[in-house]
């Protein structure tokens, strides 16, 4: 993202949508170590008649909630409990049941989750996230370089369609500490929509950071093996840049392609 550097501020191709009725962003976290602890992933849709779609992701230690709720009124403040129930990806055989609670204005509020999963009906582990704050942007896009601002966050969106996907960001003293994101991943066989931490690293004296991530997930049928590349310019008004991941799990290849992203503090 080096050659985003330029003399003039200027506006990137991005998506209408998600300039006039989007919102992402989240609580960062400031280690990949605390994310059960510290991360949420937080979109808004909005429709004219004051209302907008929520969605909430929310990590705790025994699982990650995710929940989404239409027609919230936002035009004050809102405030709703959601239930969830899902499937726990690396074992079949279990449950997780989610009560999330969002509260706030469209710009930032609270947001706490109660965690229970389950294996044939009985609930084997029981967790809370906690109370945690969270703030949302609408991000603009821009190829001015600018200084990072340290010890502090970065809320925003990627351009990926169809829904909002929240990012999140967080710098430290001369350094990314991380970055949490949603994506939309297709493959050969499959669509799956789900997010990703990745560790931070050194931001360059022009104000531009590269992260690559490698992982594996474990399924009873076999490893999922990912590659996460980050890259990043931080401008005056915030930071932007692209993403992808891609992975193979047995003959299924996935790839995202590159995904712009932008995020302002």
Same mark, same amino acid.
């Given at each position: 993202?080096?050659?985003?550097?330029?003399?003039?501020?200027?506006?990137?191709?991005?998506?209408?949508?998600?300039?006039?009725?989007?919102?992402?962003?989240?609580?960062?976290?400031t280690?990949?170590?605390? +994310?059960?602890?510290?991360?949420?992933?937080?979109? =808004?849709?909005?429709?004219p008649?004051?209302?907008?779609?929520?969605?909430?992701?929310?990590p705790?230690?025994?699982?990650?909630?995710?929940?989404?709720?239409?027609?919230?009124?936002?035009?004050?403040? /809102?405030?709703?409990?959601?239930?969830?129930?899902?499937?726990?990806?690396?074992?079949?055989?279990?449950?997780?049941?989610?009560?999330v609670?969002? &509260?706030?204005?469209?710009?930032?509020?609270?947001?706490?989750?109660?965690?229970?999963?389950?294996?044939?009906?009985r609930?084997?582990?029981?967790?809370?996230?906690?109370?945690?704050?969270?703030?949302?942007?609408?991000?603009?896009?821009?190829?001015?370089?600018?200084p *990072?601002?340290?010890?502090?966050? +970065?809320?925003?969106?990627?351009?990926?369609?169809?829904? *909002?996907?929240?990012?999140?960001l967080?710098?430290?003293? @001369?350094? !990314?500490?991380?970055v949490?994101?949603?994506?939309? =991943?297709?493959?050969s066989?499959?669509?799956?929509?789900?997010?990703? =931490?990745? *560790?931070?690293?050194?931001?360059?004296?022009?104000?531009? /950071?590269?992260?690559?991530?490698?992982f594996?997930?474990?399924?009873?049928?076999? *490893?999922?093996?990912?590659?996460?590349?980050?890259? @990043?310019? /931080?401008?005056?008004?915030?930071?932007? @840049?692209t993403?992808? !991941?891609?992975?193979? /799990?047995?003959?299924?290849?996935?790839?995202?392609?590159?995904?712009?992203? &932008?995020?302002?503090?």
């Amino acid at each position: 993202m080096r050659v985003l550097v330029a003399a003039a501020l200027l506006a990137l191709a991005w998506p209408a949508a998600a300039r006039a009725a989007d919102l992402g962003g989240g609580t960062p976290s400031t280690s990949a170590r605390s +994310y059960r602890s510290q991360l949420t992933l937080v979109t =808004l849709r909005t429709a004219p008649a004051g209302a907008a779609v929520v969605r909430a992701t929310v990590p705790a230690r025994c699982g990650v909630a995710h929940i989404t709720r239409t027609n919230v009124p936002i035009a004050g403040p /809102f405030a709703f409990t959601a239930t969830a129930r899902e499937r726990v990806p690396q074992d079949s055989r279990a449950r997780l049941i989610a009560r999330v609670s969002v &509260a706030g204005t469209a710009a930032g509020g609270t947001v706490s989750a109660r965690i229970r999963l389950e294996v044939h009906g009985r609930t084997v582990e029981r967790c809370n996230s906690g109370t945690r704050a969270w703030q949302a942007r609408t991000p603009v896009a821009e190829t001015v370089a600018g200084p *990072p601002r340290a010890d502090t966050a +970065y809320y925003g969106l990627t351009a990926q369609p169809a829904r *909002p996907h929240a990012l999140v960001l967080r710098v430290g003293a @001369g350094r !990314v500490q991380t970055v949490a994101f949603q994506y939309r =991943l297709p493959c050969s066989h499959r669509v799956v929509e789900t997010d990703n =931490l990745t *560790p931070g690293g050194k931001i360059a004296a022009d104000g531009t /950071f590269s992260l690559r991530e490698r992982f594996t997930i474990p399924y009873a049928e076999g *490893p999922e093996r990912f590659r996460v590349k980050v890259d @990043g310019q /931080f401008t005056p008004a915030g930071a932007n @840049g692209t993403l992808s !991941v891609s992975s193979k /799990f047995g003959a299924d290849h996935c790839a995202t392609g590159a995904i712009q992203w &932008a995020a302002a503090p």
